[in-house]
């Protein structure tokens, strides 16, 4: 794993509420990506979805949009940066799933992400663990103000890079034609009706567009994205009763 570091820039994702940036980062030489969200609660303060390098130009941005008060990790991968991150904003509220806060005993968790959402943003996101696997359980978000749902490593979608290790790395993950969870992270859901459960609370959820950690942002008909790359563990004719 090799990675790279370059200042990025915002891109507004939804007017005064959501932001991401993208910061390169490599796995076995392939470029892969990696991305960062930010959402300006109600509050005005700032939610910090799977934290990216810490430079200086993106502290300068971020400054700008408002006070960084919870940074969360969707699963016990995206930890790279989490301690220099702790040591910038120490007055931040860090979570992250269970299993990463065994990984990282290093650092004080104020509190393990679960189904249950937490108080500083109740009633502003919905949250969900993607269950079925012992080792990659992962967090989904969901923005209902935006209609954004928001993913770590559960769905990747390499389309837009043309690296031949990345085209490789995609092809055999089985996510470079179109979004999915990638081969690697799918052989570990052994327990396929706790993730169809999980897949079919997420389709019940407001959204229409996704963004990703990792490939190309999906910005239309995302339900139908996010169920074809399911079909795998899901009946192809689901009862979906929406979350209003």
């Known amino acids: 794993m090799t990675l790279m570091s370059k200042d990025c820039t915002l891109v507004e994702w939804a007017t005064n509420r959501i932001w991401y940036c993208d910061m390169p980062y490599r796995v076995a030489g392939a470029p892969m990506g990696h991305r960062m969200t930010i959402i300006r609660l109600d509050n005005h303060k700032l939610f910090i979805h799977s934290p990216i390098e810490i430079t200086t130009?993106?502290?300068q941005q971020l400054r700008q949009l408002g006070e960084i008060a919870y940074v969360v990790t969707p699963n016990k991968n995206h930890n790279i940066y989490l301690s220099d991150w702790w040591l910038a904003y120490p007055q931040a509220y860090f979570y992250a799933p269970p299993g990463l806060i065994h990984k990282r005993s290093d650092l004080?968790?104020?509190?393990?992400?679960?189904?249950q959402t937490p108080p500083h943003w109740q009633g502003q996101l919905l949250q969900t663990v993607?269950?079925?696997s012992d080792?990659?359980?992962?967090?989904?978000?969901?923005d209902p103000q935006?209609?954004?749902?928001i993913v770590g490593d559960a769905l990747a979608w390499m389309v837009d890079s043309h690296h031949p290790l990345t085209f490789a790395l995609a092809v055999i993950n089985g996510c470079y034609f179109h979004p999915a969870m990638p081969w690697y992270w799918r052989i570990t859901f052994r327990n396929h009706t706790q993730l169809r459960q999980s897949i079919q609370e997420i389709l019940t959820w407001p959204f229409d567009r996704i963004i990703l950690s990792h490939g190309r942002v999906i910005?239309?008909?995302a339900k139908a994205y996010f169920s074809a790359a399911f079909q795998w563990v899901i009946p192809h004719k689901l009862n979906i009763t929406p979350v209003q």
């Open 57 to 59: 130009s993106l502290q």
């Open 108 to 115: 004080t968790f104020d509190g393990a992400l679960g189904n």
């Open 130 to 132: 993607i269950r079925g």
């Open 135 to 142: 080792s990659m359980e992962e967090i989904a978000f969901c």
């Open 146 to 149: 935006s209609k954004t749902l």
């Open 219 to 221: 910005d239309n008909n």
